[in-house]
């Protein structure tokens, strides 16, 4: 045990209380990282593509709109008050921007008003909008289905009854936060643990520690345990930093806590078991390099999942982080999935344990 | 009796049969060898002999397709109580490069069952006044020094040095080699494979050369020479090496071994070859004889 311990003190020291290079990657960079993405994409949504519903029939609409190519427009022509509540939520939900309800037989009201806007008869044709006016996109959508009614020259001619469904705070600061936690997981067991491991093992210092009687696994956990300390540092930096930005740490925390240390053990079986089959570092460099990008451009870490094609959305389904940045999103109601956050991760563990199970041979330092 | 004059008597290695082949080629073709406490054995050889390959089965890095290995007087794998009886010195330094030299000491020290003190360690291999410098910032040979010491630190009755005075000043060599011939006469089996004929003859007990994945030949860097048949050596230019059908060429001199070298001057004087060297053989010329090769 105490041979463990110092191991771990001596680790611990050389990879980073002494590496300039571990700190700056795993506990400035994140921080920075969130800086820059909160300054650039800060109450800006990233979605530029609207989706409008519009509770009513109107031919003269259709037209009009199917020229704006940035709107997702679907008619309905339920009047139902279930519908209405759906449509509402789905607002709340974020899975709609903006819901406008006309009056029925619209056209008609409309070209009679149109007619009568100089007479005494002049009546205004009573149109509902609803959004979410805290959400970006939400707000920008019902400016545009504004503008579009004005750009018809009748605005005087229509009353507008905005409702605001704004359920909560949201804004991008909130978001993005699981995103670089998961990000600063994926640093800490790609380009750090991983990379120790890689570095090691080529410098020939795991084949000095394998001759002595430590068992070589004892290595591998220590270098693990190393980096989910400084992991856990850099969280806590984070974490820091994102509550002065107006992050509602403390209500992440819980699944912060679940998600983070589940995917910690994830990846350390994942790495090992990528370990091995090679032995090659340019091998284990180029798996770093696409898992990295895959995972932080594809996994939903920066945008919702939601507003993006199914065939991302289904390539993210396949990855274990996004299940860990989207489970922690979902203490907040930020989540893009709704099925379990836990299976896919597990069938990861169950996968790698086994590969490591069969083949720990392979990630001894002899031949 | 070993050049100490101690029996060296108990044997702490022994080999018998030792194979390994790989698809292509057989990299250890049945080679027996056995290293006595407090005994110097070298293993030299030229480059893809064999020497790593057999080292590293010893060391439990490689496994073996046939032979069988007696560490300590029984025929086992290497187990948790052979690693604590056993030390190594790879050629390339692995260290923890931000750590001190105490530290590195002291973390070693920890993973063994036993251990050397730590000062007299320090005070042995010279390291006294950097003990508190992080490795990085150590000299090539205070790495060494440092990396031969690590190889000692579990007080262990039997060491492989894998080229220890690779890169170091003739000075600093020479201290090494006195610190490794105190550790020998602590009765310490000491295997050591090094490219310097030189140190191999100087410090070693018995040699084996290797070739071909073979042991070529055997025994004390002397018995050696003299069984070589070697009188004489005639190192001189290679472009003059035609005129002598047994010279053998390495690199830019050309090697004559001769028994009679008065024949062999006058020849090369006849031809106005003058700077050209008589001497007696040594453990290189003997290996250049037998192998064809001078050693990398």
Not at chain 2, 121 to 148: D, M, P, W
Request: aromatic share 10%; net charge negative; glycine share 6%.
């Amino acid at each position: 045990m105490k041979n463990c311990f110092i191991l771990f003190v001596s680790l611990f020291k050389q990879l980073f209380l002494r590496s300039k290079e571990s700190v700056f990657w795993l506990a400035i960079f994140p921080v920075v990282f969130f800086l820059i993405l909160t300054s650039i994409f800060g109450n800006m949504d990233e979605n530029v593509h609207f989706r409008v519903k519009i509770l009513g029939q109107s031919s003269t609409l259709k037209e009009v709109l199917s020229n704006v190519e940035q709107m997702d427009i679907e008619f309905i022509s339920d009047y139902s008050q279930e519908t209405i509540d759906a449509l509402k939520k789905n607002i709340e939900e974020d899975k709609l921007d903006v819901l406008v309800i006309l009056p029925e037989n619209f056209d008609r009201i409309y070209s009679s008003a149109l007619l009568l806007r100089k007479t005494l008869l002049s009546r205004q044709v009573p149109v509902e909008l609803y959004y979410a006016p805290i959400k970006q996109s939400s707000a920008i959508a019902c400016d545009v289905v504004e503008g579009i009614f004005n750009s018809m020259g009748v605005v005087e001619n229509v009353e507008y009854e905005v409702h605001d469904l704004s359920r909560e705070q949201y804004d991008y600061n909130n978001f993005i936060y699981p995103g670089v936690v998961g990000m600063a997981i994926m640093s800490t067991f790609l380009f750090g643990f991983m990379n120790d491991l890689i570095y090691f093992r080529r410098k020939g210092t795991l084949k000095k520690l394998s001759m002595t009687p430590t068992k070589i696994i004892t290595v591998y956990v220590t270098v693990a345990i190393v980096n989910v300390i400084i992991m856990i540092v850099s969280l806590i930096v984070l974490s820091l930093v994102a509550s002065l930005l107006k992050v509602d740490v403390l209500s992440y925390l819980p699944s912060t806590i679940v998600h983070t240390l589940l995917s910690c053990v994830v990846l350390t079986m994942l790495t090992l078991a990528i370990m091995t089959f090679s032995n090659n570092p340019t091998g284990l460099v180029i798996f770093q390099q696409i898992f990295f990008q895959l995972q932080m451009f594809v996994g939903g870490f920066y945008f919702p999942l939601k507003t993006v094609s199914p065939f991302i959305t289904k390539l993210a389904s396949f990855l274990p982080l996004t299940y860990t940045v989207d489970g922690m999103r979902a203490a907040e109601g930020l989540n893009s999935l709704d099925f379990n956050h836990f299976m896919v991760p597990l069938i990861y563990l169950a996968i790698s344990t086994s590969i490591v199970l069969l083949r720990s041979k392979k990630l001894g330092v002899s031949d | 009796m070993n050049k100490n004059g101690q029996n060296g008597n108990v044997t702490v290695l022994q080999v018998n049969n030792l194979k390994k082949y790989y698809p292509s080629i057989k990299a250890v073709d049945d080679i027996s060898f056995d290293v006595s406490a407090g005994e110097i054995v070298s293993i030299l050889g030229p480059n893809g002999a064999g020497k790593t390959t057999t080292i590293e089965i010893i060391e439990g890095l490689r496994t073996k397709d046939g032979g069988e290995i007696s560490y300590f007087g029984k025929f086992r794998e290497v187990n948790d109580e052979v690693k604590n009886r056993v030390g190594v010195c790879f050629q390339e330094n692995s260290f923890f490069e931000d750590l001190t030299v105490s530290e590195t000491i002291k973390l070693y020290k920890s993973l063994y069952a036993k251990s050397l003190d730590t000062k007299e360690l320090i005070e042995v291999f010279e390291l006294g006044e950097k003990v508190k410098t992080r490795i990085r910032h150590l000299s090539g040979g205070q790495k060494q020094r440092l990396a031969v010491a690590l190889a000692f630190v579990n007080d262990p009755d039997l060491v492989f040095l894998d080229e220890p005075t690779v890169g170091l000043d003739p000075h600093a060599r020479r201290n090494l080699w006195e610190i490794i011939l105190k550790f020998k006469s602590r009765g310490k089996g000491i295997v050591l494979t090094t490219h310097y004929m030189d140190e191999a003859q100087q410090l070693s007990d018995r040699v084996y050369i290797m070739d071909h994945g073979n042991i070529i030949t055997r025994g004390s860097p002397q018995e050696l020479i003299n069984s070589s048949g070697l009188e004489s050596v005639i190192e001189f230019p290679e472009e003059y090496s035609a005129l002598f059908g047994d010279a053998i060429v390495a690199g830019e001199y050309a090697y004559l071994h001769t028994r009679d070298a008065v024949s062999a001057i006058r020849e090369l004087l006849e031809n106005n070859v003058t700077n050209f060297v008589v001497r007696h053989p040594t453990l290189e010329d003997v290996f250049l004889k037998l192998t064809g090769k001078k050693i990398d």
